[in-house]
């Protein structure tokens, strides 16, 4: 009976790492932990049972699996895309992806892998979002294309359980010939504007001017006040050479007599050389 004991030795040496496999392998496979940013979708026998998690996950061998399904937000670089715009400009647009699974039940049954599912839509609604826009608008309201396309994102993986939380278009690219174009139409663009600038300048001066001549013809002590203010002025700068403004209505008379001069008439009446002469020669 001693040499059987002693026989069966060998075969309990064999035996128990065997079943210390045994009980790991059934151990791993029953006994799952989970993360507080972890569920676990759990099929019975290949059919849906429940989600569970996070925390201590019990499962019956061979009967039961899971899927463990991230519930973190998740970043997502949309390649470069070949864009035409409504205008017929042709561009290289890129963009990044932000989405969480909200239904991990949905995330795992209703789509086979929706990580690259999401990024082919992406892809897609991106193309299709802005070939529907002219250049400018891609240039000056990229903020609201991007909350377009994600609006139809979120609406679209809403069946997949997924929450589209943001998208943002990184890279607008253009040609070198288009880049030249833009800047050109800007340089007019700030030409037009500073000669409609300088216009209105000018209009607003002239008008100010013609007020203040009213203002100063209305009251001729206005004008008087303002050519003795001229003459402080001058004499400030200490200037070689002043000059006194005379009033118009002081050289008036004067601007008569050489007009009536002009005319071939004296200011007594009397008649010049040429028109004495012209006259002799008339008389019978």
Same mark, same amino acid.
């Given at each position: ?140 309201? !990229?903020? $609201? ?5 994600? #609006?139809?994102?979120? *609406? +679209? /993986?809403?069946?997949?359980?997924? @929450? ?28 037009? !504007?500073? $000669? ?5 300048? #000018?209009?607003?001066? *002239? +008008? /100010?001017?013609?007020?203040?001549? @009213? ?70």
């Amino acid at each position: 009976m001693i040499s059987s004991f002693f026989n069966g030795i060998p075969l309990l040496i064999y035996a128990v790492p065997v079943i210390v496999l045994f009980l790991a392998i059934l151990a791993r496979s029953t006994i799952k932990i989970l993360r507080e940013y972890e569920r676990a979708v759990v099929f019975t026998l290949g059919r849906f049972q429940r989600v569970k998690g996070p925390g201590l996950v019990l499962l019956f061998p061979f009967v039961q699996e899971m899927v463990r399904v991230d519930l973190r937000i998740q970043v997502v670089e949309i390649p470069t895309q070949d864009v035409i715009s409504r205008d017929n400009v042709s561009m290289k647009v890129d963009a990044v992806l932000y989405f969480n699974v909200v239904n991990p039940e949905h995330a795992i049954i209703q789509v086979q892998n929706y990580l690259p599912a999401t990024n082919m839509l992406a892809q897609t609604t991106l193309r299709s979002v802005l070939g529907q826009h002219d250049l400018d608008e891609m240039l000056s309201e !990229r903020k $609201k294309l991007s909350t377009d396309v994600q #609006e139809i994102l979120d *609406s +679209q /993986t809403e069946t997949w359980g997924l @929450k589209v939380s943001n998208v943002e278009i990184r890279t607008v690219e253009l040609t070198d010939n288009m880049v030249k174009a833009i800047a050109k139409q800007a340089e007019a663009e700030r030409d037009r !504007r500073a $000669k409609i600038i300088h216009a209105e300048a #000018e209009f607003q001066a *002239s +008008q /100010t001017l013609v007020n203040a001549a @009213k203002i100063l013809g209305s009251t001729p002590a206005a004008m008087q006040l303002r050519y003795l203010q001229t003459l402080t002025e001058i004499g400030g700068e200490q200037n070689s050479t002043i000059i006194f403004p005379m009033p118009i209505d002081i050289i008036r008379p004067f601007l008569d007599i050489l007009e009536k001069a002009d005319k071939g008439v004296r200011p007594n009446g009397a008649l010049d050389g040429a028109s004495a002469a012209e006259a002799h020669l008339g008389a019978p």
